[in-house]
């Protein structure tokens, strides 16, 4: 089983950057495809983004393509998500999460076995 712990969160300014950190421990974490998963205050849980188990595939929700990059890091059993030119809309807690399947990478919060317990984004205007 899988632990997870996310850290990198804060407070920033618009326009500002953040990296996100997913350390795991617990399992062998190059087996599972790792996902980013956003829930902004009083709404749903959305896809950020996902990386296949050694990194070949990537997928981005549409509306971040271009300002969030995901990667990993199978030695430091790590995955990373920077986040460039913040806006305030950005603002939710940030959770990563695992799927030991051997599917692609998923969009769908509910094809991830393991989540962290989330580190809180605040981009001010």
């Known amino acids: 089983q899988v632990q997870l712990v996310e850290s990198g969160g804060g407070l920033v300014q618009a326009g500002g950057s953040l990296r996100l950190s997913c350390a795991a421990s617990g399992g062998t974490f190059r087996s599972h495809s790792m996902g980013w998963f956003r829930q902004p205050p009083g709404k749903e849980r959305d896809f950020v983004a996902a990386i296949s188990r050694r990194g070949g595939t990537i997928y981005y929700a549409d509306s971040l393509k271009g300002r969030f990059t995901i990667s990993r890091d199978n030695a430091q059993n790590t995955v990373y998500l920077q986040m460039n030119s913040l806006k305030p809309e950005d603002t939710a807690v940030y959770y990563c999460?695992?799927?030991?399947?051997?599917?692609?990478?998923?969009?769908?919060?509910?094809?991830?076995?393991?989540w962290g317990r989330g580190t809180q984004v605040t981009v001010s205007s």
């Open positions: 999460a695992a799927d030991p399947s051997s599917r692609p990478p998923s969009r769908l919060w509910r094809e991830y076995d393991y």
